[in-house]
């Protein structure tokens, strides 16, 4: 190996270390359940899409959401039915949003927590898994708190547009689960939400 392969060598490795705790870095820790919170059930309510309604594109956007919340209200039910007690609210239940309708619709479960979750970006390939011309992209948010007090327990936020690993070295340490395939918005949607969720003890049924 000549001198200038392993300076780039050492280069690629040094790389790898700084975008993978970087990586680490960017996640939130583990939240662990408070000893004095014991959680009888937690009620799920619908995924909430959230259009920007001044964008130039908002009708398409608008069933673009309203789909994808279909996907993650599946892909929720996937993610914690066998993992924690869980009663999940249709959209005729919910009866409109807010803190009230949702403790209202707790309580008919018996719930003493509840789980919101909001999508405002999904964004469908445009190619295959082995070459796009743009891929896929989410960002959602969830919510879980406690009935009575409203006291948040968990929350977190996902946003990502897939790159290229080479664009952005930050991606290295996903490309072990994910491969280098490009993903469908729903696959994404999957990994986000294994990753966000699996960081809170309380739907994990730790």
């Known amino acids: 190996m000549t001198v200038l392969s392993k300076v780039r060598f050492g280069l690629v490795v040094c790389c790898f270390i700084v975008a993978a705790g970087c990586a680490e870095k960017e996640g939130l820790a583990p939240v662990a359940p408070e000893p004095e919170i014991t959680i009888s059930c937690i009620a799920v309510m619908p995924v909430q899409p959230v259009v920007d309604l001044e964008s130039a594109t908002a009708l398409a956007d608008e069933k673009t959401l309203k789909d994808g919340s279909q996907v993650m209200n599946n892909l929720l039910k996937q993610q914690l039915t066998d993992k924690v007690k869980?009663?999940?609210v249709s959209e005729g239940q919910a009866q409109g949003k807010?803190?009230?309708n949702a403790q209202q619709a707790a309580?008919?479960?018996?719930?003493?927590?509840i789980l919101e979750t909001t999508l405002s970006r999904y964004k469908e390939r445009v190619g295959s898994q082995y070459g796009v011309q743009d891929s896929a992209a989410v960002t959602f948010a969830y919510k879980l708190y406690e009935v009575g007090s409203g006291r948040v327990l968990c929350h977190g936020r996902f946003d990502e547009k897939q790159q290229p690993?080479?664009?952005n070295l930050l991606t290295l340490p996903k490309t072990k689960s994910r491969g280098l395939a490009w993903l469908t918005a729903e696959e994404l949607l999957r990994d986000g939400l294994r990753e966000r969720l699996g960081q809170c003890a309380y739907l994990e049924g730790k």
């Open 107 to 113: 309580g008919r479960y018996k719930c003493n927590a």
């Open 165 to 167: 690993v080479m664009e």
């Open 98 to 100: 807010g803190l009230a």
């Open 86 to 88: 869980v009663q999940f």
